[in-house]
């Protein structure tokens, strides 16, 4: 097993063609599919099975393009490390932004990182809270930003931000920042909710519970986008972090007000392995991520926002 059979699985995989592959790795088709037989025979197991949508891996050539694509990234990482130039933080940083935080950072991180640190090479990935947790237990991201969780065996887990949740309607409905809206009211309408088992929807469930409320949950979905789609046609209200919906509010295309009768929050910490040497690249994002957070919300960018963890920032200074 070596390098170029590992970047055939892949790259076939990826494109579903071994003649795209081969135009993409700079080689002949048959030498492609030389690369893949050779493997197949030293794995005694077929990776790939032709079908009229072109090559799909088999249940086994799924598992190895898992690994193999993991095992190219690490090898990858360690060239950018093990060759940098003097002075230069220099690697390839994976890092996991909740959907909810994507558009007040994502744009405003790439920017100062390719300013301070244009040696690294960064990749962000944007998911729910759940998703991020368990692509970081499995090495796919280097960092990420998780909410309401602690440290946990397998993680370190720093606050950054403890924020409100605001209850969103249509304009029409003249919700506003200085006027807390209670659950028991919001409650009474029809509310398009996040699915059960989000993190966030367990947040909404506990504070009904509190507020002793019963929730006419209209419509369920897992896209925060699709939320607001449907309680700006019409559909509903819904329950949103006020970084999700800041922008919505100040175009004026969605009314929000903190929700009171019980407070709701989340807190928002960065999680990075526990275990493992974290490399001088990985710890340039976190600072320069961190450093974003406390921007945003100082500059009230993002609303109800409550910095925490000041020593993130300060780490590596």
Not at 55 to 79: F, K, Q, S, Y
Not at 133 to 143: A, E
Request: proline share 7%; glycine share 8%; with cysteine.
């Amino acid at each position: 097993m070596d390098i170029k059979q590992l970047k055939a699985i892949v790259t076939v995989a990826e494109v579903g063609s071994v003649t795209r592959a081969a135009e993409l790795l700079h080689l002949v088709q048959p030498a492609v599919t030389r690369q893949i037989r050779t493997l197949e025979q030293e794995l005694d197991v077929p990776l790939f099975e032709r079908t009229g949508q072109g090559m799909r891996p088999t249940e086994a050539g799924a598992i190895m393009v898992d690994r193999a694509r993991r095992a190219l990234n690490e090898l990858e990482r360690a060239r950018a490390e093990v060759q940098p130039t003097p002075g230069v933080v220099t690697g390839i940083v994976t890092v996991g932004l909740l959907e909810s935080t994507s558009d007040l950072l994502a744009e405003p991180l790439v920017t100062a990182l390719a300013r301070d640190h244009p040696g690294v090479e960064l990749r962000l990935i944007t998911a729910y809270s759940g998703h991020l947790q368990q692509w970081l237990d499995d090495g796919d991201l280097d960092l990420t930003l998780l909410y309401n969780l602690d440290s946990t065996p397998s993680l370190n887990a720093r606050p950054l931000v403890r924020e409100h949740l605001w209850v969103v309607a249509p304009p029409s409905a003249g919700l506003r920042a200085d006027r807390p809206v209670p659950f028991a009211e919001a409650a009474t309408h029809p509310l398009i909710m996040p699915a059960s088992g989000h993190a966030l929807r367990s947040l909404i469930d506990a504070a009904a519970v509190r507020a002793g409320a019963d929730m006419n949950v209209a419509v369920q979905t897992n896209s925060m986008r699709v939320q607001k789609q449907l309680v700006l046609a019409g559909h509903g209200w819904t329950v949103l972090p006020g970084v999700g919906i800041a922008e919505d509010v100040t175009q004026g295309a969605l009314s929000a007000a903190p929700l009171c009768e019980p407070d709701v929050w989340r807190s928002i910490i960065l999680g990075t392995p526990r275990f493992g040497r974290t490399p001088p690249a990985v710890e340039a994002v976190a600072r320069e991520l961190a450093r974003q957070i406390n921007s945003a919300a100082t500059q009230g960018r993002w609303p109800s926002a409550q910095v925490q963890g000041a020593d993130v920032l300060a780490e590596g200074e």
